[in-house]
C-alpha cells in the first residue's frame, strides 16, 4: 500500500537532537518498529537513548517524518516522556503548524488548552465508529495528533483504518455509485437531542450561523422556536492531495440511523419524523441510501480495524484523509486530548482534482 513514489529516508539519517548532543556514529538513537498486530500501520517510533527531546527532534528532522506518514499513514510516538497538553501543543507546532479550532461540531468535546480537545465526549460503554475527522465538513484538519494523558483501566484502544484499503476492499459499484451520487448530511438542532446549534457553531448568533455556512455551502432552514435543520452535500471518495491515492472518506455509515443499536433507532424514529432526526444521511439528491451497502461499508471497515492499547505518554500522529480513526469502550478513568493541524478544504480538493 506504500506509494511507490514517496522515498521514506532511513530514520538513521536523522541524526540531530538538542537535548542531548549525537555524533555521527551514534546514529542508533531513534528505533523504528511495528506493532505486533499484523498490519503495516502505525508506524512506532521509540527513544533509543535518554534525554531525546520529542518537539526539538520532531522539529528538526520534520522533512523525514512527513515522507513517512505518507507512506504508513500513522506514526505512534512512544516513550519519549510527552507528559503535558502544552507539550502536545509544542509538538503539533514542531511537526505541522499551528492548531485548528473544532468547527462545524457533531461530537461533544471540551476544551483543554489552547486549540487541545478531549477526544470524543461519549459514554464510555459506547463504541466510536471509523471515521476520518470532519470529512462531512467543508474544512477538515490533513493531521490529527492524539496524546495519551490517562490510560484506561480496561479497553478504550483508538481504533485505527487504512482508508486507502477500505476503498479497494470495497464492491466497485458501491465504490462508483457513492462516488458519482455523493452524499447529503442531515442535521437537527434544538430538538433536545444532540448538540445544539450554538455549540456546534460556537455562537449564540444566528447570523453567525448563517454567514458560516454560506460559506461552508451548507443550507441552513430556521424552524419555529430556533431550531435549525442543515443539509450539505459532500463527496464520497476523495484522492489525497499529496499522493493522488483515492480514499474513503465521508461518514456516512456514522451518520445514518442504521447505525445506531436497533432499540435506539426504535425510540427515536417514534419520537421524530425522519426528516426530524437529530442526524441522517442520503445520497446527494436526499434519495435514501441502502442499508446493505452500509452494511458492507461497515464491513469493510471492520476488516481493516486496527487497535492497540494505548501507553502513558503515547502520541499517536495520523494523517487524517489516509486513516480513520475511532474508539473501543472502556473501563475506569480514561484522558486522551486531540490536536488537529492543516486546515483543507473542498474548494482545494476540487481544485487538485480539476473538478
Not at 508506524?43 to 522533512?63: C, H, K, T, Y
Not at 471540551?110 to 471515521?131: E, M
Not at 474513503?248 to 417514534?270: C, D, K, M, T, Y
Not at 500522529?317 to 489516509?322: A, E, Q, S, T
Amino acid at each position: 500500500m506504500n506509494d511507490p513514489g514517496v522515498k521514506a529516508p532511513s530514520i538513521k539519517d536523522l541524526r540531530s537532537v538538542r537535548r542531548r548532543a549525537v555524533t555521527k556514529s551514534q546514529q542508533d538513537w531513534v528505533q523504528e518498529e511495528l506493532l505486533p498486530v499484523g498490519r503495516q500501520l502505525p508506524l512506532v517510533l521509540r527513544p533509543a537513548m535518554d534525554e531525546v527531546d520529542l518537539v526539538s527532534w520532531a522539529g528538526d528532522n520534520r522533512p523525514a517524518i512527513e515522507p513517512r506518514l505518507l507512506s504508513y499513514g500513522a506514526i505512534l510516538f512512544r516513550g519519549f516522556g510527552i507528559g503535558s497538553a502544552g507539550e502536545l501543543e509544542n509538538l503539533v507546532a514542531a511537526i505541522s503548524g499551528g492548531l485548528m479550532g473544532y468547527e462545524d461540531r457533531s461530537s461533544p468535546r471540551s476544551l483543554v488548552s489552547g486549540n487541545i480537545y478531549t477526544s470524543t465526549d461519549h459514554p464510555s460503554d459506547q463504541n466510536i465508529a471509523l471515521h476520518n475527522e470532519n470529512s462531512y465538513s467543508f474544512t477538515w484538519p490533513l493531521k490529527i495528533f492524539f496524546f495519551g494523558l490517562l490510560p484506561a483501566t480496561s479497553g478504550g484502544e483508538t481504533t485505527i483504518a487504512d482508508s486507502r484499503r477500505v476503498y479497494q476492499r470495497l464492491d466497485p459499484e458501491i465504490r462508483e455509485r457513492f462516488h458519482r451520487r455523493r452524499l447529503m448530511y442531515v442535521r437537527n438542532f434544538g430538538d433536545g437531542l444532540g448538540l445544539s446549534w450554538q455549540t456546534a457553531f460556537q455562537t449564540e448568533d444566528p447570523v453567525v450561523v448563517e454567514e458560516f455556512c454560506r460559506n461552508a455551502d451548507i443550507q441552513v432552514e430556521w424552524k419555529s422556536g430556533s431550531r435549525l435543520r442543515t443539509r450539505q452535500v459532500r463527496p464520497a471518495v476523495a484522492r489525497h492531495p499529496r499522493l493522488g491515492e483515492p480514499v474513503w472518506f465521508n461518514q456516512a455509515h456514522l451518520f445514518h440511523i442504521s447505525g445506531l443499536a436497533p432499540e435506539v433507532r426504535s425510540e427515536l424514529l417514534a419520537a421524530f419524523a425522519e426528516e426530524d432526526l437529530p442526524s441522517n444521511v442520503y445520497y446527494g439528491d436526499g434519495s435514501p441510501i441502502e442499508e446493505t451497502a452500509l452494511e458492507a461499508i461497515r464491513s469493510a471497515y471492520d476488516e481493516e480495524t486496527v487497535a492497540f492499547p494505548w501507553q502513558q505518554g503515547d502520541v499517536l500522529m495520523l494523517d487524517n484523509m489516509l486513516v480513520a480513526h475511532g474508539r473501543a469502550p472502556f473501563e475506569g478513568p480514561r484522558k486522551i486530548v486531540v490536536g488537529m493541524s492543516e486546515p483543507f478544504s473542498l474548494r482545494e480538493l476540487w481544485a487538485g482534482e480539476g473538478g
